[in-house]
């Protein structure tokens, strides 16, 4: 079975600072992943997703970015933090019968 | 274009007892699959419930079942015996088998927060 590793588990970052979250996956080979963001209480916004190494999909334009690196690793970043991109992080796989297996996430707080 | 709906913004349940959370889609695709995901307090995301369109059988997991309507396009979740770990976030999501399954990307509902009190 998959097995999602996020790191870290909660960042605070003053705004304009730079930002990098990693995921990185075990137990599969090849995996479409994906990077969520969720407001408190709120629900899930697809940020990016990923169908090999270097190809991403953006869904929503802002500052934010992915990358690819390897095969079960996926990366998003940020130049430059707003106070909007504070939020919950999740990065998921995609497992068997096209459901989505999610990591633990990562809490960031732009202050 | 594809939506899922959760009506439900919140619920409350008494412990033992038991509470069916709504979910309605639109889609006109005719074979996908549905998911029940369960969100507690520590924010991880755990898959509760799977079931295919093609099988006119509800699915069930322990406590959790659904009630599948396809020609009405609904997708509820039935929790029975409802216990205090049950409190958590519950999201109804979506994907056709097709087309968009290469990409693997899942449509979401808003979410139902589900309380179940002692």
């Known amino acids: 079975s998959q097995t999602i590793h996020q790191w870290p588990a909660t960042l605070v970052q003053p705004v304009g600072s730079p930002l990098s979250l990693e995921c990185t996956v075990e137990g599969t080979s090849n995996p479409n992943l994906y990077w969520y963001r969720q407001a408190a209480g709120r629900g899930l916004q697809l940020l990016f997703y990923?169908?090999?190494?270097?190809?991403i999909s953006s869904e929503v334009p802002q500052n934010l970015s992915a990358s690819r690196p390897q095969d079960r690793q996926f990366i998003l970043s940020s130049k430059k933090l707003l106070l909007s991109d504070s939020g919950f992080y999740l990065c998921a796989s995609k497992a068997a019968y096209n459901e989505q297996f999610f990591g633990p996430g990562t809490r960031l707080t732009v202050l | 274009a594809q939506t899922v709906t959760q009506s439900q913004p919140e619920m409350s349940v008494q412990e033992a007892e038991t509470v069916t959370l709504s979910c309605t889609y639109d889609t006109s695709e005719s074979n996908y699959y549905l998911f029940w995901y369960k969100q507690p307090p520590s924010r991880q995301m755990i898959l509760v419930i799977r079931?295919?369109?093609?099988?006119?059988q509800n699915a069930t997991e322990n406590r959790f079942s659904v009630n599948f309507q396809k020609a009405a396009k609904s997708f509820s979740l039935k929790i029975s015996d409802s216990q205090l770990g049950d409190t958590a976030m519950y999201f109804c999501?979506?994907?056709?088998?097709?087309?968009?399954?290469?990409?693997?990307?899942?449509?979401f509902g808003q979410g139902t927060t589900l309380q179940v009190k002692p």
């Open positions: 990923s169908v090999g190494i270097g190809q």
């Open positions: 079931q295919e369109a093609y099988k006119q």
């Open positions: 999501a979506f994907i056709p088998s097709y087309g968009s399954s290469n990409t693997g990307k899942l449509i």
